[in-house]
């Protein structure tokens, strides 16, 4: 049974107390790896790494810091079909997502912020006859990084790889329930050559490790994705300590389809943002708006793309929905169910687990799910589920479908699609959500601002953004 190891200073290191826990596959239910149970003392020893490291790391040039980043992004590269097994047999996504999106979207982070810190320029402003003041900007320090499980090595070299490229150094938590591909990075971090302490990994649970990393005052900085509920928890024992913050959390995003629209390309992406990943992606599109003219079309052909939608072994390449990550989400997503149910909905498609023969027998299926006929107010459709679950409602003119379209607490991402250019803006810029996309779903430029207004979070990640979170800001003036 393999066991994985934190990554402290440079080495492979077992937890301090000894303690191990549990790594399920959830397509199986069954055990396949243990992973340290780390607590307060394996944190205490990453943040000295860290701190540590951090001074010759800061002051080695950015295309030096590139040059190791980009190796890595080549050894992701190498190693995709390794890393894409390891992810799915983690988290329960089909393998073909995980080879395919994951996999070399991570490569891609490192790739992109491996160069980006070298086109980072500073500011200069002349005051005519007087000074000259220029701003630059100093690596933030050691930061904490605490990555989510519904896309583990994707979402975590996202906050890695800028905070790397910016100067600074890391104590990084994955989550415990998709640890895998984590511990792999850090395998491949050793054949770089990654100085010792200027990425260190803990693994463990939220309140073991996660909270001590929040609490250490060491770490300068922590960047989260992940629930709303812990993004609370940890802006209250954060915000006190001055640390600087970046909340990327929930989401209950619109999806709106206007009449004039490309009707085939909307249901096809419509189906792909719906249940890519079993609707485990903050950015999925739960609650459909379609314009009631063609409701019933729109109705029709998603019903049948759902129906050719294949729950299976998520190791299958024809696969196309996987397991969802672990029995208690399962559970979660099947009370939403019935909490649809009883909130009046018209159950249309799927609501039921989904029993698998041989080795998937206890495994963590769920069919797709399609419900109609719920207020636009319920619960169901102002509640995050994250899981294959959507609303259809139909609806009759602009302003009514951007009242509920902003309807919730939260504000991370929407879709629109339709022909008609100038009402594309003027809806959009209507939204109360971070990211819009228009005609499309989840395409990325890591140029671009990422992140949500309302609940969905504090701070942007991506491009700049990014290298500015993980960097202070120092006003230089010099009279004339």
């Known amino acids: 049974m393999l066991h994985l190891q934190n990554y402290l200073n440079g080495q492979l290191v077992p937890p301090a107390a000894g303690r191990y826990l549990p790594n399920l596959e959830p397509a199986t239910g069954e055990v396949f790896s ?35 980043l980009v190796r890595i992004s080549e050894l992701i590269e190498r190693d995709l079909e390794r890393l894409a097994q390891a992810e799915s047999q983690d988290n329960g996504k089909p393998v073909s997502l ?10 891609s982070n ?56 910016a100067g600074c150094t890391v104590v990084a938590k994955p989550s415990e329930i998709t640890p895998y591909t984590a511990f792999l990075l850090s395998e491949l971090c050793i054949e770089v050559g990654l100085p010792a302490g200027v990425l260190n990994i803990v693994h463990g ?32 024992t954060a915000a006190p300590m ?21 009707l085939a390309e909307t249901v096809r992406t419509s189906l792909r943002s719906s249940f890519a990943n079993q609707g ?22 998603f019903l049948a793309g759902v129906a050719d939608l294949t729950v299976a072994d998520p190791q299958l390449e024809t696969s196309r929905q996987g397991a969802l990550v672990s029995e208690a989400h399962l559970q979660k997503v099947l009370c939403y169910i019935a909490l649809a149910h009883a ?7 799927g609501g039921q687990r989904v029993m698998l023969d041989g080795r998937c027998t206890n495994g963590y299926f769920l069919q797709p799910t399609v419900f109609e006929g719920l207020a636009p107010d319920c619960r169901v459709n102002r509640e995050e589920i994250f899981g294959p679950v959507v609303t259809l409602t139909p609806f009759d003119t602009e302003e009514e479908v951007l009242t509920w379209a902003n309807g919730t607490d939260y504000g991370l991402a929407a879709t629109i699609w339709t022909r008609d250019l100038n009402r594309a803006h003027r809806v959009a810029h209507q939204l109360h959500s971070g990211i819009v ?24 990640e991506g491009g700049l953004e990014a290298l500015r979170f993980f960097t202070e800001a120092q006003s230089i003036t010099v009279k004339l």
């Open 343 to 349: 909130e009046g909905g018209t159950l249309l498609a």
């Open 98 to 107: 995980a080879r395919t999106v994951d996999i070399p979207r991570a490569a």
């Open 437 to 460: 996309w228009i005609n499309t779903w989840l395409h990325r430029d890591l140029r671009t601002p990422f992140g949500g207004m309302k609940n969905s979070g504090v701070g942007r």
């Open 280 to 301: 485990q992606i903050c950015l999925c599109g739960s609650r459909i708006f379609i314009e009631r003219s063609i409701y019933e079309q729109f109705k029709t052909d």
């Open 242 to 262: 001055f640390k600087k913050l970046s909340l990327e959390l929930g989401g209950k995003n619109p999806n709106i389809v206007f009449a004039d629209c490309d």
């Open 34 to 68: 243990y992973l340290p149970d780390s607590d307060a003392e394996d944190v205490a020893r990453a943040t000295a790494a860290a701190e540590a490291a951090l001074p010759a790391w800061r002051r080695l040039p950015a295309e030096d810091r590139g040059r190791l």
């Open 205 to 236: 649970t939220g309140p073991g490790a996660g909270q001590p990393i929040i609490e250490h005052p060491g770490i300068k900085g922590i960047s989260f994705t992940g629930g709303t509920k812990t993004g609370e928890q940890i802006a209250r």
């Open 110 to 165: 490192f790739a992109f912020f491996g160069t980006a810190a070298q086109h980072f320029a500073s500011e200069t402003h002349f005051q005519e006859g007087v000074a000259l003041n220029y701003t630059v900007r100093h690596p933030l320090g050691v930061v904490g990084c605490i990555s989510p499980w519904n896309l583990p090595l994707y979402l975590f070299t996202w906050k890695i790889a800028p905070a790397l490229a």
